[in-house]
Structure formats: structure tokens, C-alpha cells
């Protein structure tokens, strides 16, 4: 175990504490919100040095919602399981009075006037908003660690990459701070990095959480998620913010396997990790080749062309303020040819019925979250299958897909491989949420020592 890993900063408060217990406590009088806020801002002071999983946080304005929280639940007025539960918000959501720069130079003294509509949700569930949650910049890159503000660092192995562009929400999560946070994912932003922390995220289906009041990256591919311990959490937290769309699951869901390579290769053990968190067995199904190669030649395409429609004037006029990098993303993007853009959307509908046709004796579909485990903090190439593949395509290649369909999308903690957690992901039809839940809730997490894989790391 390398000594950054011994290190781990997953010590917080809410470690181990899920919403369901918080609410109760509070409802009980066992411990008060002001409590809770208080040690969400001790965690966060104690153990965002090592992770730099926050922005901002705003002690005055947390501690006087959460006073206002005691008032209202010791009056009798309850506002739902979120009343009073601390929570962390990606630095691309506006907050009224708060700082929020989108991880960027551009936007260093940026303080909306107005809160974003699921700010807005929040806070009417009675939420105590605690800080802002580092992003990639601009949310674009699914690394996490490119922003103004620094790199956000996993809190399993602060030498690591947290994932992005969500990964402060991930990493305050992961470590503790906070026991639910919100982020955006466009083409795998809050289930990449949910992955790579070992904790759960959910991408609801495309517009369900609106994304008003969310600085864009891709507006027909944006979506407002969920990132918490459990599935159950994020379940909980997303029924709090949106009222049930569609019956309950009855019954025991129809899962088939959906087998990753059709993507990206895989590391076997990540593989393994995934498969086996799912007892019992499961149908194996394949996505024909040409399906998933125009899923990843519309995700390149529509991504392109809507981020580099937003970020024109500043491309044009302020260049030198991008991080480096994000700089030549964002110019490549934009040599991205407008027939490409249109073709992009329109085989969006034909994809749609491709994928449909696994659904139509599955209620979910599973495979990985991502083919490889977190590489360290700045890493752009990792060794896999004997071959050198780059980090971005391998982290976006079994997120994306979902993101082009606008499908509903959960990700949990599937085990460890070389001590470094590895995701389960599950796919479903839209209205048909409770499915995800539902799988979710039978999968079975395996530490390293229970997969009878061995080899050395192909992630080095």
C-alpha cells in the first residue's frame, strides 16, 4: 500500500451515515441541523487540504439555514428527508450570493444574483447548503484536475485523480464531508468520478432536473445529477427533488450483462469487480459494433459543436485565461465541421431504437462504470491490454453513450481492485427509475481479496 493510499482522507463525519439515519436522528432530537452543518464545515476544514474537494463553503449563511431548519422541524413544519441534511454544489450551478466561477480565470469574481433551479429545489426541501464543490474547467474534461482552483484529488488516494468534472461533489462524499452532493454530467460527470471515489451517482433521464441556472458545456447533452454514499441515498434525495414520474418496480428487474468491449477494451479486474457485484446470472448481451461506434462518433460530435458554440467569444478575445489544456479541447472542438454537428442529432432517434431493442426482454442493462481504476493526478496515458490507451477516452467511453440517449443512469460501488474502488453501472428505460434502485439494492460490493482474478495492476 503506497503511503499517499495510507493517507486516505475519508475520515469525515458522514462517513458510514446515511439519510435515512440523519433524518431520523434529527427527527428525534437526537443531534440538530446546526450540528450537522457544523460538522460538515469541521470536515471540510479538516480534510479538504488534502483533497480540495471545495471551492468555497459559506459558514454564516450554512449555520443560519440550519438555525432556521431547527426552527421550522421544532415547530412542526417538516419539509421532506432533506430538511436539514448538509449539502455540497457543483462550482457550475449558480447560488444567489455565492461565488461561483466554473472552475475557470474567466469567471474568477462571478456572483450570480440568482440560484439555478435545482438550488432553487434544494433549499425549498429544506437542504443547508454548505460550499461550492471544485469542477473541471468549464466541466470540461472527466480527469478533475484542471481548474483554477487547483486539482481535485481522490479521497482513497489523494495521489489520484477524483474523476470529473464533478469530482470536488464526489470527493466531499467520498471523504465524509457531506452526505449528498450535486453535480452536472454530460457525458459521465457525476458517474465517472462517483466511480473512481467509491460512492454512488445518478443521472436522471435527460431534462427531468432542470438546467436552468447551470453554466453549460453541451445543452442537449447536460444533465443535473445526484452523488451520494448509497443508491438509496441518491434515490431518497431524488424523489425529495422530483415527485415520482412512474410506477414502482414490482418485482425482481430483468438484467442483462451488456459487455463493455463493444466501447473500450477493459481491464479484466474491473470487469470482474462489476460483473460480480451482481449475484446470480445474468444474460449476456452484446451492442452490435457499428451501434457503438456511431454512439461515440455523436457524443464527439454534438459535445464538440455546443461547447464550442458557448465558449466562442472567450476562445476569440480571452484565450490565455484557459487552463492549457481545456485551451486545445475547446479549439479542437471547434474544427469539428457543422455537418458532422447535424448528423450527430440526427442519428440520435436511430440509436435510440438500436438500444431499445435491448430493453425489450430487460428491464436493466449492467456493465462498468468505467474500464479502469483511478489513474494519478495529471496522467493522460495508462497501460491497458498491453497497449497505451489515453485517460479521457477510457473514463468517458461506458459513461457517454447514456448521455446521447438521455437514458437514466446509477453507478455504485462494485469493489476494490489494488485497493482502488471499481463501479457497477445500470442503465434503464425512462420513467422506469425504480429499476436502477431496485438492482442497485441487491448488488453485493467485492473487496480485492474475494476476486480470484490475479495480476499485477495495468494501471501503473
Same mark, same amino acid.
Given at each position: 500500500?503506497?503511503?499517499?493510499?495510507?493517507?486516505?482522507?475519508?475520515?469525515?463525519?458522514?462517513?458510514?451515515?446515511?439519510?435515512?439515519?440523519?433524518?431520523?436522528?434529527?427527527?428525534?432530537?437526537?443531534?440538530?441541523?446546526?450540528?450537522?452543518?457544523?460538522?460538515?464545515?469541521?470536515?471540510?476544514?479538516?480534510?479538504?487540504?488534502?483533497?480540495?474537494?471545495?471551492?468555497?463553503?459559506?459558514? @454564516?449563511?450554512?449555520?443560519?439555514?440550519?438555525?432556521?431548519?431547527?426552527?421550522?422541524?421544532?415547530?412542526?413544519?417538516?419539509?421532506?428527508?432533506?430538511?436539514?441534511?448538509?449539502?455540497?454544489?457543483?462550482?457550475?450551478?449558480?447560488?444567489?450570493?455565492?461565488?461561483?466561477?466554473?472552475?475557470?480565470?474567466?469567471?474568477?469574481?462571478?456572483?450570480?444574483?440568482?440560484?439555478?433551479?435545482?438550488?432553487?429545489?434544494?433549499?425549498?426541501?429544506?437542504?443547508?447548503?454548505?460550499?461550492?464543490?471544485?469542477?473541471?474547467?468549464?466541466?470540461?474534461?472527466?480527469?478533475?484536475?484542471?481548474?483554477?482552483?487547483?486539482?481535485?484529488?481522490?479521497?482513497?488516494?489523494?495521489?489520484?485523480?477524483?474523476?470529473?468534472?464533478?469530482?470536488?461533489?464526489?470527493?466531499?462524499?467520498?471523504?465524509?464531508?457531506?452526505?449528498?452532493?450535486?453535480?452536472?454530467?454530460?457525458?459521465?460527470?457525476?458517474?465517472?468520478?462517483?466511480?473512481?471515489?467509491?460512492?454512488?451517482?445518478?443521472?436522471?433521464?435527460?431534462?427531468?432536473?432542470?438546467?436552468?441556472?447551470?453554466?453549460?458545456?453541451?445543452?442537449?447533452?447536460?444533465?443535473?445529477?445526484?452523488?451520494?454514499?448509497?443508491?438509496?441515498?441518491?434515490?431518497?434525495?431524488?424523489?425529495?427533488?422530483?415527485?415520482?414520474?412512474?410506477?414502482?418496480?414490482?418485482?425482481?428487474?430483468?438484467?442483462?450483462?451488456?459487455?463493455?468491449?463493444?466501447?473500450?477494451?477493459? @481491464?479484466?479486474?474491473?470487469?470482474?469487480?462489476?460483473?460480480?457485484?451482481?449475484?446470480?446470472?445474468?444474460?449476456?448481451?452484446?451492442?452490435?459494433?457499428?451501434?457503438?461506434?456511431?454512439?461515440?462518433?455523436?457524443?464527439?460530435?454534438?459535445?464538440?459543436?455546443?461547447?464550442?458554440?458557448?465558449?466562442?467569444?472567450?476562445?476569440?478575445?480571452?484565450?490565455?485565461?484557459? @487552463?492549457?489544456?481545456?485551451?486545445?479541447?475547446?479549439?479542437?472542438?471547434?474544427?469539428?465541421?457543422?455537418?458532422?454537428?447535424?448528423?450527430?442529432?440526427?442519428?440520435?432517434?436511430?440509436?435510440?431504437?438500436?438500444?431499445?431493442?435491448?430493453?425489450?426482454?430487460?428491464?436493466?442493462?449492467?456493465?462498468?462504470?468505467?474500464?479502469?481504476?483511478?489513474?494519478?493526478?495529471?496522467?493522460?496515458?495508462?497501460?491497458?491490454?498491453?497497449?497505451?490507451?489515453?485517460?479521457?477516452?477510457?473514463?468517458?467511453?461506458?459513461?457517454?453513450?447514456?448521455?446521447?440517449?438521455?437514458?437514466?443512469?446509477?453507478?455504485?460501488?462494485?469493489?476494490?481492485? @489494488?485497493?482502488?474502488?471499481?463501479?457497477?453501472?445500470?442503465?434503464?428505460?425512462?420513467?422506469?427509475?425504480?429499476?436502477?434502485?431496485?438492482?442497485?439494492?441487491?448488488?453485493?460490493?467485492?473487496?480485492?481479496?474475494?476476486?480470484?482474478?490475479?495480476?499485477?495492476?495495468?494501471?501503473?
Amino acid at each position: 500500500m503506497t503511503s499517499s493510499r495510507t493517507s486516505a482522507a475519508t475520515g469525515g463525519y458522514f462517513a458510514g451515515r446515511s439519510l435515512r439515519d440523519l433524518a431520523a436522528d434529527l427527527r428525534r432530537r437526537r443531534i440538530t441541523a446546526t450540528d450537522l452543518a457544523r460538522h460538515s464545515l469541521d470536515a471540510v476544514a479538516r480534510l479538504d487540504p488534502l483533497v480540495n474537494a471545495f471551492t468555497t463553503t459559506s459558514a @454564516d449563511q450554512a449555520l443560519a439555514a440550519a438555525r432556521q431548519a431547527d426552527r421550522e422541524l421544532a415547530d412542526g413544519l417538516d419539509r421532506g428527508p432533506l430538511h436539514g441534511i448538509p449539502v455540497a454544489v457543483k462550482d457550475v450551478i449558480m447560488v444567489a450570493g455565492r461565488p461561483v466561477t466554473m472552475g475557470s480565470r474567466h469567471f474568477a469574481d462571478h456572483v450570480p444574483s440568482t440560484d439555478a433551479d435545482c438550488v432553487r429545489r434544494l433549499k425549498e426541501a429544506g437542504a443547508i447548503l454548505v460550499g461550492q464543490t471544485t469542477t473541471h474547467e468549464f466541466a470540461y474534461g472527466p480527469t478533475g484536475d484542471r481548474s483554477a482552483t487547483g486539482p481535485c484529488r481522490n479521497p482513497r488516494d489523494p495521489a489520484r485523480m477524483s474523476g470529473g468534472s464533478s469530482g470536488g461533489s464526489a470527493a466531499a462524499v467520498a471523504a465524509g464531508m457531506v452526505p449528498l452532493a450535486i453535480g452536472t454530467d454530460t457525458g459521465g460527470s457525476v458517474r465517472i468520478p462517483a466511480a473512481l471515489c467509491g460512492v454512488s451517482g445518478f443521472k436522471p433521464a435527460y431534462g427531468v432536473i432542470s438546467t436552468d441556472g447551470v453554466f453549460p458545456l453541451s445543452e442537449t447533452l447536460d444533465h443535473v445529477g445526484l452523488l451520494a454514499a448509497s443508491a438509496d441515498d441518491c434515490r431518497i434525495a431524488y424523489r425529495a427533488l422530483v415527485p415520482c414520474r412512474g410506477p414502482s418496480a414490482e418485482g425482481t428487474s430483468r438484467v442483462g450483462w451488456l459487455d463493455p468491449r463493444a466501447f473500450f477494451p477493459a @481491464d479484466t479486474r474491473v470487469l470482474h469487480s462489476a460483473r460480480s457485484a451482481l449475484e446470480g446470472p445474468l444474460d449476456e448481451l452484446r451492442l452490435p459494433q457499428r451501434v457503438a461506434e456511431d454512439l461515440r462518433e455523436a457524443f464527439v460530435a454534438v459535445q464538440s459543436g455546443e461547447a464550442a458554440a458557448v465558449h466562442a467569444e472567450r476562445l476569440a478575445e480571452r484565450p490565455g485565461l484557459f @487552463d492549457p489544456e481545456v485551451l486545445e479541447r475547446l479549439r479542437t472542438a471547434a474544427t469539428v465541421p457543422a455537418w458532422r454537428y447535424v448528423r450527430g442529432l440526427r442519428a440520435r432517434p436511430r440509436l435510440a431504437d438500436a438500444v431499445a431493442a435491448l430493453f425489450e426482454d430487460h428491464d436493466v442493462l449492467a456493465l462498468p462504470t468505467v474500464p479502469i481504476t483511478a489513474p494519478p493526478v495529471d496522467r493522460r496515458e495508462v497501460d491497458l491490454d498491453g497497449g497505451l490507451v489515453r485517460v479521457r477516452d477510457a473514463l468517458l467511453a461506458l459513461t457517454s453513450p447514456w448521455n446521447v440517449l438521455g437514458l437514466p443512469a446509477l453507478t455504485v460501488p462494485a469493489g476494490t481492485v @489494488d485497493g482502488l474502488p471499481t463501479g457497477l453501472q445500470l442503465i434503464c428505460r425512462t420513467g422506469e427509475e425504480d429499476r436502477l434502485f431496485e438492482t442497485a439494492a441487491r448488488a453485493v460490493p467485492r473487496p480485492d481479496h474475494e476476486d480470484p482474478l490475479i495480476g499485477e495492476s495495468l494501471v501503473h
